[in-house]
């Protein structure tokens, strides 16, 4: 089996804050375009309008429905998601990544998050985790709601965009259904 961590990872929003940073581009340049689309332009080729379909596969997890957290949706867009978009995959996801031999499963999904988004974060409570297969092995996620407490983004092979959206966006915006479970999870128990 393998082991993973990670988490959805949220900040306070604020008004005027930097919502997006694509590959090659400065938060300066990441503020010009938020006035647009919430995508960007010169994020690179994949990244267009196809991206924004929250369509998924359909891979198992161990949550229950994705019908929506239930809490109230103006306490919900006080905060921002962040978001990953991994271009091997096309897809738009919580950050998360392999555990390495003898770390643990929380020094993972700090490590995991410092290094696709540049963030530092503070850990919550346990979200659920996954299980589902990859590239036909089982592997386990798991996951916990993650403050943001600063840091600077850079792109990479595998990451090549983080994106901040308010939780009706973010959902949305979501490839997998599981991760738009995790999400609903998160709105559900994370005071806010």
């Known amino acids: 089996m393998i082991l993973a ?17 694509g590959k090659g ?4 340049d990441a503020k010009d375009r938020d006035k647009g689309s919430g995508m960007g ?10 991206m924004g ?11 229950g429905s994705g019908k929506g957290s239930g809490k109230d ?18 897809d738009w996801s919580h950050p998360k990544g392999k555990l390495k031999p003898g770390e643990t499963l929380v020094a ?6 410092r290094e696709e988004t540049g ?6 409570v346990p979200l659920p985790s996954v ?19 600063g840091g600077d983004f850079t792109p990479t092979r595998e990451i090549a965009a983080l994106l901040w959206l308010p939780p009706a966006e973010a959902r949305a915006r979501l490839t997998q259904p599981r991760d738009r479970e995790l999400l609903d999870a998160l709105l559900a128990t994370t005071p806010h």
């Open 119 to 124: 963030q530092i974060c503070e850990l919550g």
């Open 131 to 149: 299980r589902y297969l990859a590239h036909g092995r089982p592997k386990e996620v798991h996951y916990w709601a993650g403050r943001a407490l």
């Open 73 to 90: 949706k103006d306490k919900d867009a006080d905060i921002e998601i962040a978001l990953v978009f991994r271009p091997k995959y096309q």
């Open 108 to 113: 993972c999904a700090l490590r995991e998050v």
């Open 41 to 50: 332009s010169g994020m690179g080729s994949g990244m267009g309008s196809g």
């Open 53 to 63: 379909s929250g369509k998924g596969s359909g891979m198992g997890s161990d949550m």
């Open 5 to 21: 961590a990670g988490c959805v990872l949220w900040r306070p929003a604020t008004k005027g804050q930097d919502r997006d940073y």
């Open 25 to 28: 581009k400065s938060r300066d």
